[in-house]
């Protein structure tokens, strides 16, 4: 490694203003897996809806570090807990795969491993040697990453950087109106019996980025267009995947351009549906009903896994008489709220979960489960076909003719 610096550097971010990165947190940026997030898209296949949404993983994961220290200013942390948080935070995302969350299911499926495991598998593989240099214990970055150290509410807890920032950055570059108090909620945490809480003073910044979280699914995350894209690049990478022209590791490594130089000139089926995906020749909704429309054991049967969906879109094409490639059944996890169970402390120490806290909260979660979808997506000369076979193969707790 190169001799280290002992400057740190200001980087302009539209979202928090100047970043301060330290010496240390250059160093990390300085690698290559780091600088590879440059050319993941942070919002998967948005763009396609909202033009502006282009941003990457590269600088979600700096406003993170910088949101982590803000954070560590208001524990009054040591320098070298400060280093610990931030440099997990900027590290936090390095095992996304192209197009981020859009190759999660199909990396996750066939090689059994998470994109926080990859992230740990490349932290010891090229971040061991930066951060022993500057006093950070790679296995505890790994702890904090998976979730098992004690300071994790604050990079995978119910009001982490994480959140707060892929919140603002998405909206901005989307163009959907966020307002989320990033500084008040993070100068409002504090240590409480050994673990992260936020005072009552942060209550109506953590109500705020419920409310905007809500906003951003309906809007962006979970709008159709988005998850038409995102459903035929996922079939298209599990095409290369399953045909061996690519290992799981190898996909996920890819940024999205390496990915897209694949896939463009490809001449099988996964060329043809990533080329639909880059010309906007999407399908269409054919079938939609709400979660609660559908058996809740049915739902969380099939919601996350990979054969029992593709098994439902073969017997959908089949009952319908349409081409498999004409199918794709979009069931994504039931709503959740991990938020609400963040712990709020009153000014006599007493704690309680956000969702007891707030009435607004509790009413938010009932408005995120009205607003999940079960969607089958397929191309319009196969519409009225796929809308028949559907309810047949689905399990219904409520007639289609209530919706």
């Not at 240099?133 to 994790?152: F, M, N």
């Amino acid at each position: 490694m190169s001799a280290q610096r002992d400057e740190a550097k200001r980087i302009k971010d539209p979202i928090h203003d100047f970043i301060v990165v330290e010496p240390y947190a250059l160093d990390l940026l300085d690698q290559p897996a780091m600088q590879r997030l440059r050319y993941v898209r942070q919002t998967g296949t948005a763009h396609l809806v909202y033009p502006g949404a282009n941003h990457t993983r590269f600088e979600h994961s700096l406003g993170c570090h910088h949101l982590a220290h803000v954070a560590a200013d208001a524990l009054d942390l040591s320098a070298d807990r400060t280093r610990l948080l931030g440099a997990t935070a900027l590290l936090h995302d390095l095992g996304h795969g192209p197009f981020s969350h859009t190759s999660e299911l199909v990396t996750e499926s066939r090689s059994g491993r998470s994109h926080e495991q990859r992230s740990v598998d490349i932290l010891h593989e090229q971040f061991t040697e930066p951060l022993e240099a500057h006093g950070v214990d790679p296995d505890e970055v790994e702890q904090l990453i998976l979730g098992e150290h004690k300071l994790k509410a604050l990079v995978s807890g119910p009001l982490d950087v994480d959140r707060i920032d892929y919140l603002l950055r998405d909206g901005h570059y989307t163009g959907v109106a966020t307002s989320v108090d990033a500084l008040r909620l993070m100068a409002t945490v504090a240590m409480h019996e050994d673990r992260i809480v936020t005072s009552r003073d942060g209550l109506g910044a953590a109500e705020s980025l419920l409310v905007n979280r809500f906003a951003m699914h309906s809007a962006v995350y979970y709008h159709h267009t988005c998850r038409a894209g995102e459903l035929l690049l996922e079939r298209a990478m599990l095409e290369l995947v399953d045909s061996g022209e690519l290992s799981v590791d190898e996909l996920a490594r890819m940024d999205d351009y390496q990915l897209v130089s694949l896939l463009r000139k490809h001449e099988g089926e996964a060329g043809r549906m990533a080329r639909r995906v880059l010309d906007r020749e999407l399908p269409k909704v054919a079938f939609e009903v709400p979660y609660r429309a559908l058996d809740e054991r049915w739902v969380e049967a099939i919601t996350g896994d990979l054969e029992e969906l593709l098994t439902l879109e073969e017997q959908v094409a089949d009952h319908a008489d349409v081409p498999r490639r004409h199918v794709q059944v979009d069931a994504p996890s039931p709503p959740g709220l991990p938020e609400t169970e963040a712990q709020i402390v009153g000014p006599g120490g007493e704690t309680e979960p956000l969702s007891q806290a707030s009435t607004l909260v509790r009413s938010l979660a009932d408005a995120y489960r009205d607003h999940w979808h079960f969607r089958v997506y397929a191309p319009r000369e196969s519409h009225e076909s796929v809308e028949e076979a559907v309810p047949k193969l689905v399990r219904l707790e409520t007639p289609l003719d209530e919706f």
